[in-house]
């Protein structure tokens, strides 16, 4: 039921942004106020069932597409990293419990424990994993703060690239578009490359 409920808000954000579309887009070109832009791309970022993605895009759309880029980069890493420190320092415990309830974590802790850093990277590369279950469980397993948002501010880049890009020039340049997402898919099918468990020689 909560799995629906959530499918049902993400659905409900998206069609609420497509409707206000011009209301939201006549905001940001108006005010290109930077801090305040920056602070509601972070507060944006805190709201699980708005779809992040399309966010970036609209940022990309409203304020080209290496500016969106930036704003949305530094906005998801300072909500990361306030995600860390909430749950590390004040809701470890219902944090822990309500990861525990997710499938799959599991191998994720176990590819952390061998590969922190890369882990992470690869983890913020990959679409489909809840960006939000990676902030908190980083906060949860005490991962080292800078080593965390590192590896968190590096595997950003190329998601928030492509989706700023496409905001900003799918209908003008579709071509560009296509080979952005191929070169997208290629960073991760090389990342996820780089660590596949390595076979002993011998």
């Not at 590390?88 to 822990?96: P, T, V």
Request: some cysteine.
């Amino acid at each position: 039921m909560r799995k629906w409920l959530m499918a049902l808000l993400y659905v409900a954000g998206v069609i609420l942004a497509f409707i206000y579309r011009n209301e939201i887009l006549g905001w940001l070109r108006e005010d290109h106020n930077l801090l305040l832009s920056i602070g509601a791309a972070t507060l944006l970022a805190f709201i699980p069932v708005i779809p992040y993605k399309a966010v970036i895009a609209l940022f990309g759309y409203a304020y080209g597409s290496v500016a969106g880029a930036a704003i949305c980069w530094l906005a998801t890493t300072i909500a990361a990293a306030l995600v860390y420190g909430i749950v590390k320092y004040i809701f470890q415990d219902r944090a822990g419990t309500y990861l525990a309830s997710i499938p799959l974590l599991e191998k994720f802790s176990s590819a952390v424990q061998r590969r922190p850093f890369a882990s992470i990277v690869l983890a913020r590369l990959t679409p489909v994993i809840p960006q939000m279950v990676v902030n908190i469980y980083a906060g949860v397993s005490g991962l080292h703060f800078w080593s965390y948002l590192a590896a968190t501010g590096l595997g950003k880049i190329p998601g928030i690239s492509l989706y700023a890009f496409l905001g900003g020039q799918l209908f003008l340049h579709p071509k560009s578009a296509v080979i952005a997402i191929l070169v997208y898919v290629a960073v991760i099918a090389l990342a996820v490359w780089s660590l596949r468990p390595r076979r002993s020689l011998g």
